[in-house]
């Protein structure tokens, strides 16, 4: 499905996906807990595929050396985490699925960090599953290194 639509909770950020999307993922890193209070549910946005009302409104964090995430500066609302380093992943969007309007339809894909998952929750259904060096070898500009 394309043209999903999303946005913050006070409705001052707004996006819509142009172009489709079939799935979410997971991200069980300590910085995507803190990010999101809870897990980091994400959807990649396909590349050319995104547009946004109310820029203006979006405040950046540099939350490591490459990538950052993007919140609404009025009312907090986690919206993105960006890839911003040279690299195979530069410029990938991951839109937090929280703030997608519907979220029907987009089955849950691929847990990342699964070696910094606490044992306290687990997502019902199979999924692949990444450790973090499986992850950094393969997003991280320099492998991980």
């Known amino acids: 499905m394309s043209n999903r639509e999303g ?4 409705g001052a950020v ?9 799935h979410i993922d997971v991200c069980h890193c300590s910085m995507c807990r803190k990010h999101s ?3 980091g549910l994400g959807l990649e946005a396909p590349t050319g595929g995104l547009e946004w009302t109310g820029e203006e409104n979006i405040q950046t964090y540099v939350s490591s050396p490459w990538a950052e995430r993007g919140f609404c500066r009025l009312c ?7 890839m911003t380093a040279d690299g195979p992943a530069e410029g990938m969007i991951s839109l937090s699925a929280g703030t997608l ?3 029907n339809g987009l089955p849950l894909k691929t847990e990342i960090y699964i070696d910094h998952k606490p044992d ?5 259904g199979e999924t692949k599953k990444m450790t973090q060096a499986e992850v ?6 320099d492998g991980g290194n």
């Open 7 to 10: 946005g913050c909770l006070c």
């Open 14 to 22: 707004r996006y819509r996906i142009t172009k489709p999307v079939n």
């Open 37 to 39: 209070g809870g897990v």
């Open 76 to 82: 907090g609302s986690s919206l993105f985490w960006r």
């Open 101 to 103: 309007d519907d979220l």
């Open 120 to 124: 306290s929750y687990a997502f019902a």
């Open 136 to 141: 950094e070898a393969a997003f991280a500009p």
